[in-house]
């Protein structure tokens, strides 16, 4: 950080840290994961405020690097009332096995940086839908001020072993605020969406501070080689002196005397561990039971976020079309779709949820039997259990986003089918599809006629084509796990991997007291 004696505050409890292999406490190797909110869900309930952990695909994928490696977590905690967050950020992080450490954000800097700025501008434009986006400028000097106060935080708890990890859209000029206020670390920036070709991207009021600022991280990692070859150019049209140098995953980018590595980094899920507990006893049954009760049919399943950019209506427009064009589908498959409530207060999200409600309306009421239901939603968050249950039991995954930094869904489908059997229906457009493209059964999401062929092809794949695909896409997504995905993020950053972080059982660094409580 700035340098080490200006990061202590008064009573600051560091000094009573286990070193930890031998090392000092201040010296241990220790990350910095910085994301807009912190991986836990604060909630008002009987018993007053609690938290639950959070789901979502940036939790999924870090919460095992952290745990249990005296890491801190530093995020909003998405509430903005008053709450006491110390005791209960002390309990959550003890149960997480890292520390959390809040960001507190007033409800008009959540309102303009978070709806404003992340949810209504960033959000669609970087998934393509640049006619969603509104471009409001209070909203942007919100969006600035509020990355400012997230460098405040890290900078103050900082120490000088630290890598800072800041994850994602929400902060992407954060860098710039950090450096401004003399934080020298090396920090790194993942981007878990995609980033657009240059005729969206330029449509950005403020694309030239954020492409500056982006330049601030000494790494940035996209999720596949497309997106990064798309910040590369917009970062060469904005930029005119900027100039990439070399090849493979990891190139190098100079602008105004300053090199900054700009990587490929597909995000994944620990295979083992969702392998693992596919094959718990309780899972087991569950999926014996599910079978059971939708009678034994061929269980087509759909798990997302509600989310216009995950093609949720599209996809049902192309399950119409499979059961009205192929009779034999009729009575034969059930579609399960799991919708997890998102972003409720964002009128587009209300829209969708309206939309989703008609369309399975209408297909249940068009072509429902007495003894079969074409279609069952869930529209709330299932338990680990009961999710791996439905992956389990599905025969046929639909993942069809209609664009997806990644999509995590498709990975933990094949994960947790620890016989090979089933078959995963695709985007193109996902990130996923550039790892797994070659076994899966590959769809356009805006083509209704496409998608409804890919389920009747799925339908009718042979027993050994299932096996032969899902055992390969199993395969790549074992070799490509998250461990994987930290250790190349790491390699390409400071040169190390992930068990260069010491790790300890049950520790968790104590609660710094100061800002934020
Ligand atoms: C962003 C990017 C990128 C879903 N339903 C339930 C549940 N989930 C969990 C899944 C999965 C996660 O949520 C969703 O992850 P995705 O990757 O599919 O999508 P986003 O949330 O949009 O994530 C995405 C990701 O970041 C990581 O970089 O892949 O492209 O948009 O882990 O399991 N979990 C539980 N119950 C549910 O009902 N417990």
Not at 71 to 97: K, N, Q, Y
Not at 320 to 336: K, N
Not at 377 to 390: A, D, I, K, N, T
Not at 426 to 444: D, I, K, P, T, Y
Request: charged share 25%.
């Amino acid at each position: 950080m700035v340098s080490e004696p200006t990061t202590s505050t008064a009573g600051d409890t560091r000094a009573a840290e286990p070193a930890g292999q031998g090392q000092s406490p201040t010296r241990a190797l220790r990350f910095v994961a910085v994301s807009n909110r912190l991986p836990v869900v604060v909630e008002q309930s009987a018993e007053g405020w609690t938290t639950r952990p959070a789901g979502g695909g940036l939790v999924t994928a870090l919460a095992p690097v952290l745990r249990n490696r005296g890491g801190l977590w530093v995020g909003w905690p998405g509430v903005t009332e008053d709450v006491d967050l110390h005791a209960l950020l002390d309990r959550a992080s003890r149960e997480a096995g890292y520390r959390l450490h809040p960001v507190r954000l007033t409800a008009e800097e959540a309102r303009l940086f978070y709806l404003g700025i992340s949810n209504e501008a960033l959000w669609p434009l970087f998934h393509d839908l640049f006619t969603r986006a509104r471009f409001s400028p209070e909203a942007w000097r919100a969006y600035l001020e509020v990355n400012r106060k997230f460098a405040r935080v890290v900078a103050r708890r900082g120490r000088s072993a630290d890598y800072i990890w800041v994850h994602d859209y929400h902060l992407m000029t954060m860098a710039r605020e950090l450096r401004a206020l003399g934080v020298e670390q090396r920090m790194g920036f993942f981007l878990h969406i995609p980033f657009p070709a240059p005729d969206i991207f330029l449509k950005l009021p403020w694309r030239a501070q954020i492409l500056h600022a982006l330049l601030d991280y000494d790494l940035i990692g996209f999720q596949t080689a497309r997106d990064r070859r798309n910040f590369l150019d917009c970062a060469r049209l904005v930029l005119p002196d900027a100039r990439a140098r070399g090849k493979g995953a990891v190139v190098s980018l100079n602008h105004g005397g300053r090199t900054v590595r700009v990587g490929t980094f597909p995000i994944s899920i620990d295979f083992d561990e969702f392998a693992h507990q596919s094959s718990a006893p309780a899972v087991v049954e569950a999926t014996r039971r599910l079978r059971e009760e939708l009678g034994g049919r061929t269980i087509l399943l759909g798990v997302d976020r509600l989310d216009y950019t995950k093609g949720i209506p599209e996809r049902l427009e192309g399950y119409r079309l499979a059961l009205t064009r192929y009779a034999e589908l009729r009575g034969e498959v059930t579609y399960v779709q799991v919708a997890v409530p998102s972003r409720r207060d964002v009128p587009e999200y209300q829209v969708l949820r309206a939309e989703v409600d008609r369309l399975i309306g209408e297909i249940n009421g068009e072509f429902a039997q007495i003894d079969w239901v074409p279609i069952h939603y869930f529209f709330r968050s299932l338990p680990r259990e009961e999710l791996l249950g439905y992956y389990r039991a599905a025969d046929i995954a639909l993942v069809t986003p209609l664009k997806d930094g990644m999509n995590l869904v498709a990975k933990e489908y094949c994960a947790a089918h620890v016989e090979n059997d089933g078959v995963l229906v695709l985007s193109e457009f996902a990130g996923a599809a550039a790892q797994l493209h070659r076994w899966a059964v590959m769809v356009n999401p805006h083509d209704v006629e496409g998608t409804a062929e890919a389920i009747h092809t799925a339908y009718h794949m042979a027993p050994a084509d299932r096996q032969r695909r899902m055992r390969r896409l199993r395969d790549s997504i074992r070799r490509n796990n998250i461990y994987r995905w930290v250790d190349d993020f790491l390699e390409a950053a400071v040169a190390k991997r992930l068990n260069d972080f010491p790790y300890q059982e049950d520790y968790v660094p104590p609660l710094d007291p100061g800002e934020g409580f």
